[in-house]
Every structure is written in structure tokens, then in C-alpha cells.
């Protein structure tokens, strides 16, 4: 038995969030033609306390021969079964464990966002009714465990669940929402992400989560959206030919996104260009040339850029200080290899 998982739609009204709704109705689409007949949403499936049920009461309808099953989160503290006229809704407003009729092992606790709370504190009141590695964890807010992707839409910490708190209850899966961004961490604690991009920070393909409860193998499948952002930094070196150098670059930066080459036309990309050029004037355009094909979100940033002369000398000291740059590993949040870069073009060129 398998159940689709997403998290964080921050639905509003189809007239007002038309993408989040139609991110939905597509991984309902899959579910369907999957022949899986239950979605857990983890929390956050309305926006700041809207209070306009009716199109997703609908949408509800349209796919009666699916489940749902909601785990309010901080954002829908107020949501109950009682104000959905949709049979096939069931709400979570407490903490639960729940256990599907198919599964003779592995139960669920679905915790509801709480302000006053920790998960551990909820896991710890459970615990006599959960063995270990036989659970799943649903919840939404904040795991503890090191630098973790910051959630933009609000500041602060919700809910906190700590890897102390795994260690001593020992779930075989965490699934958790609040953080818009897919992540996989400790490969046992998951964040599904946003289906739809809230707006351009939020970056990359969006995902849903498949699980299979009696192998407790997950996977993730990508969402059909309208739109993909992306947010780059793209280093200009003055060199001879830099129009065809920014080309160079404009292809590394696409090839990293992993994209097939039909949905180039979904993307919206936001760039800000560092670093230096011997010609400044004609720099954006050169931009937009290099990713052709490319819808931009706003016209390319060129203001960190600085103007020098162009070189021979510095050009191939730049030359052997970025193949340098290239060869090593840098250490992920500690110092990137763009940082590095931005510095040796500002001491090479004497630019404060």
C-alpha cells in the first residue's frame, strides 16, 4: 500500500493562487493514475489563516475516490472536519496515532501544530504505544540538526524537533512540512517542500513524497508546475572574449539545474552578475544572449560589477587562481567557490 505526502500548498482561492492549486491537482492526477487513493498533507495547506474553504472543498470532490488526510499546521490552526462538506476529508487537529487497515505493523502519529510545544514533549506522552522503527512521524516545524534551509515565508522557530528526540523514540520515518524547500537529512527526516514556488526564492523542480508503508521505502516524484525559478550569481572575468566566457558559464549554470530540455520554457531565472568587466554598457544584454531560450524574472543585476582595464598579465593570474578554485572541495556553508573568485578578481584588479 502506497500514500502520496505534500506539504506547505498555501492555498488561498483559485482566482487568487491559481499555480498552488493547480500543483495539487496534478500530483492528485498522478495519485490517481497510480492507483493510490490517499494524500497526508503535513500542515500549512492554507495560507496566513485564510478562511475561503470552498475551492479546495471542491477539488476535494472532484477526487472523491481519494483520501485526505490534514495535519494543520501553523499557518490553519483553526480548520476541522467540520467546516468541509467534502466526505473524503479528515482532519487531525490532535495529536494521533492512526494506523490504515492495510498496514498489520506500522502505525502513523500525526501531530498538529502546536505554539507551545515540542514534538519530543508529544512523542514522549506516545511512546508505551509506539515500537521502536515500526512508526512514522508527520508533523510541521523545525528540525534541529545543524545549519538547516531557512523558511523565508517566517522567521522564528515552530515546533521543534530535536535528533536527540529521534534517537531516544526511534520512528523509521519523519516526514515533516514547514520548510518550503525539498530536503533529505540523516536519511531518515524528510521535508516534501512546497508543491508550488510561494515566489522567486523558492528554487528548483517541486516534489511530493510516495510512501510505501510495509517496505517503508520512500521516493519522490516532481510536480508538473506552471513555473521553475531559479536564483544565480554569475561571475564576469574581463577577459579577451568575455561575451563567449559568459556563455561558457550560462551552460554550466543550466546544466546544474537538472531540468529536461522541455521544461527550459517554465523557467523564470533571477541573476545577479559579480565581479569585473572592460565594458559594462552592453553586459545585461550579453547576459540575456547567453541564456537564450531563458525567461528572466527581472532584468539581470550588473551593479556589483566593476569596470577595469583589460589586462593580459592579471587576466592570467585570474586564470590560474580560478583553475585552482575549480580543482579544490569546498566545504559546503563555510566558503563557496564564487566567494573565492569575487576576492581574487578585487585584489588582482586593485578594485576596494
Not at 493514475?33 to 500549512?44: F, K, T, V, W, Y
Not at 494521533?96 to 515540542?118: G, R
Not at 545577479?272 to 544584454?285: F, V
Not at 569546498?330 to 578585487?346: F, G
Request: hydrophobic fraction near 35%; include cysteine.
Amino acid at each position: 500500500m502506497k500514500i502520496g505526502i505534500t506539504a506547505d500548498v498555501h492555498l488561498k482561492n483559485r482566482e487568487t493562487t491559481p499555480e498552488r492549486f493547480n500543483a495539487l491537482d496534478d500530483i492528485l492526477k498522478q495519485l490517481k493514475r497510480e492507483n493510490i487513493n490517499r494524500l497526508i498533507i503535513a500542515g500549512d495547506l492554507f495560507d496566513k489563516e485564510y478562511r475561503n474553504y470552498k475551492d479546495f472543498d471542491n477539488l476535494c470532490k472532484k477526487y472523491q475516490d481519494i483520501n485526505f488526510y490534514i495535519i494543520p499546521g501553523n499557518h490553519d490552526q483553526d480548520i476541522s472536519e467540520k467546516i468541509f462538506a467534502s466526505g473524503n476529508i479528515q482532519v487531525f487537529t490532535e495529536p494521533t496515532i492512526f494506523q490504515f487497515s492495510e498496514s498489520k505493523s506500522v502505525k502513523f502519529l500525526f501531530i498538529p501544530y502546536k505554539n507551545d510545544k515540542a514534538m519530543g514533549e508529544i512523542m514522549e506522552e506516545q511512546r508505551k504505544l509506539l515500537l521502536p522503527h515500526l512508526w512514522v512521524l508527520i508533523g510541521h516545524g523545525n528540525y534541529l540538526a545543524g545549519k538547516m534551509p531557512e523558511n523565508k515565508y517566517e522567521e522564528g522557530i515552530y515546533m521543534p524537533l530535536s535528533r536527540a528526540d529521534i534517537q531516544e523514540y526511534q520512528p523509521a520515518r519523519v516526514i515533516l512540512g514547514h520548510i518550503h524547500k525539498p530536503i533529505d537529512i540523516d536519511k531518515k527526516v524528510h521535508y516534501p517542500g512546497s508543491p508550488s514556488s510561494l515566489d522567486i526564492t523558492e528554487t528548483g523542480r517541486r516534489r511530493y513524497l510516495i510512501l510505501d508503508i510495509d517496505s517503508l521505502e520512500l521516493i519522490s516524484l516532481f510536480v508538473n508546475t506552471e513555473h521553475i525559478y531559479f536564483n544565480e550569481t554569475l561571475i564576469v572575468i574581463p577577459v579577451e572574449n568575455e561575451s563567449d566566457y559568459i556563455k561558457e558559464q550560462a551552460e554550466k549554470i543550466i546544466s546544474r539545474w537538472g531540468i529536461k530540455e522541455e521544461e527550459k520554457t517554465k523557467v523564470k531565472l533571477r541573476i545577479k552578475a559579480e565581479g569585473a568587466t572592460s565594458n559594462k554598457n552592453k553586459l545585461a544584454e550579453i547576459i540575456k544572449d547567453a541564456f537564450y531560450g531563458i525567461k528572466f524574472y527581472d532584468e539581470p543585476d550588473i551593479n556589483e560589477v566593476n569596470v577595469v582595464d583589460r589586462n593580459s598579465e592579471k587576466i592570467s593570474i585570474l586564470e590560474r587562481v580560478k583553475q585552482k578554485v575549480e580543482e579544490q572541495v569546498w566545504e559546503k556553508n563555510i566558503l563557496t567557490k564564487e566567494k573565492v573568485l569575487i576576492e581574487a578578481i578585487k585584489t588582482i584588479f586593485g578594485i576596494e
